[in-house]
């Protein structure tokens, strides 16, 4: 019996169980040994370059995104809550909860991470306020901003190469005029 060759632009069976696998953790690799793959690594990196497979994930996590209301500006404006929170939006109340100063944003609450009161023998109370990794959300605001260069690229072409100039400094240190 032939096989029919392939339609260009639509998954085959292997594809579509990479995309389902893919969408579970973003993990090319265990999707691709989902998949059946024995190279994993080089077969998910090629089957992701595809523009069909690409084009799929592409629509799922749309769909996702859809379905969840959830989408790149709600996680930016979460990043925000919890990189721009301040200690100073807080204030104990004397029964021990805590609330919002006036001067808070309205949403400041979601940066609380956890509230512990103990209250001692002699009756005092002691509050405990912590609020969610201010360094860690602020560095994937820089990363979504790509704000941090990971990869410097040097290049240039025949109409306008990379010119390389240099300075030689006297042997006192000083700069030269």
Same mark, same amino acid.
């Given at each position: 019996?032939?096989?029919?060759?392939?339609?260009?632009?639509?998954?085959?069976?292997?594809?579509?169980?990479?995309?389902?696998?893919?969408?579970?953790?973003?993990?090319?690799?265990?999707?691709?040994?989902?998949? %059946?793959?024995?190279?994993?690594?080089?077969?998910?990196?090629?089957?992701?370059?595809?523009?069909?497979?690409?084009?799929?994930?592409?629509?799922?996590? *749309?769909?996702?995104?859809?379905? =969840?209301?959830?989408?790149?500006?709600?996680?930016?404006?979460?990043?925000?809550?919890?990189?721009?929170?301040?200690?100073?939006?807080?204030?104990?109340?004397?029964?021990?909860?805590?609330?919002?100063?006036?001067?808070?944003?309205?949403?400041?609450?979601?940066?609380?991470?956890? $509230?512990?009161?103990?209250? %001692?023998?002699? %009756?005092? *109370?002691?509050?405990?306020?912590?609020?969610?990794?201010?360094?860690?959300?602020?560095?994937?605001?820089?990363?979504?901003?790509?704000?941090? =260069?990971?990869?410097?690229?040097?290049?240039?072409?025949?109409?306008?190469?990379?010119? $390389?100039? =240099?300075?030689?400094?006297?042997?006192?240190?000083?700069?030269?005029?």
């Amino acid at each position: 019996m032939a096989m029919r060759p392939k339609e260009k632009g639509v998954l085959d069976d292997r594809q579509k169980l990479f995309v389902e696998e893919y969408l579970l953790d973003l993990n090319g690799a265990r999707a691709a040994r989902a998949a %059946g793959s024995s190279d994993c690594r080089p077969w998910a990196a090629r089957t992701l370059k595809i523009p069909h497979v690409a084009a799929a994930i592409r629509a799922a996590m *749309d769909e996702r995104s859809k379905a =969840t209301l959830v989408d790149q500006y709600a996680v930016v404006r979460e990043l925000m809550c919890l990189g721009f929170s301040s200690i100073d939006h807080y204030r104990v109340n004397p029964d021990g909860t805590v609330s919002l100063t006036d001067d808070a944003p309205p949403d400041a609450m979601r940066a609380v991470a956890s $509230v512990k009161r103990k209250v %001692g023998a002699d %009756g005092s *109370d002691e509050v405990e306020l912590r609020l969610w990794d201010k360094p860690a959300a602020l560095k994937m605001l820089g990363q979504h901003l790509a704000m941090y =260069t990971d990869k410097i690229k040097h290049g240039g072409d025949a109409q306008s190469p990379i010119r $390389v100039v =240099t300075v030689r400094l006297p042997s006192n240190g000083r700069e030269a005029k």
